[in-house]
């Protein structure tokens, strides 16, 4: 359902290879940092997104999604579960084409409110994970 492997494989093969990793920073102790180099080595662009707006693997950063002045297509969520469902939202907003909720990232709302927009979505899962299965 929130990570079925047909969802996944359209996600990781299908929606595009401009990623944005929402609360992506400098930080190499921080999940994201790893998984986003993961997703650069399988030949997605990273856009990190983060307050601070810090370049992270030679990607330039913006403060938001609404800043990122070219479409995005899978917005990878690495905030907290209470703050996921406002990014959905945002993701839907821009237009990207899905989202990505990591593991321990779970708001069934926010779930069920980007699938209604027409979104495919992902929770719980991780991408470094799942992108080297396929």
């Known amino acids: 359902m929130y990570g079925d492997p047909e969802t996944i494989r359209r996600i990781l093969t299908q ?5 944005a990793v929402v609360g992506l920073s400098t930080n190499r102790d921080r999940a994201a940092y790893g998984v986003a180099r993961v997703l650069q080595r399988f030949g997605k ?9 810090e370049t992270v693997h030679g990607e330039q ?6 800043a990122i002045p070219f479409k995005v297509d899978v917005v990878d969520v690495f905030v907290n579960s209470e703050l996921a469902g ?11 084409d899905a989202v990505w909720f ?11 409110r ?12 991780c991408p470094a994970i799942e992108i080297p299965a396929l």
């Not at 662009?45 to 707006?53: E, M, N, S, T």
């Not at 990591?102 to 069920?112: C, F, K, P, S, T």
Request: no cysteine.
């Open 15 to 19: 929606a595009g290879d401009t990623w």
């Open 45 to 53: 662009r990273i856009v990190p997104v983060h307050p601070k707006a």
């Open 61 to 66: 950063g913006y403060p938001s999604l609404e």
């Open 86 to 96: 406002a990014v959905a939202d945002q993701a839907a907003a821009v237009g990207a």
């Open 102 to 112: 990591q593991l321990g990232v779970v708001d069934h709302e926010a779930y069920e």
């Open 114 to 125: 980007t699938r209604a927009a027409g979104l495919d979505m992902v929770m719980d899962r």
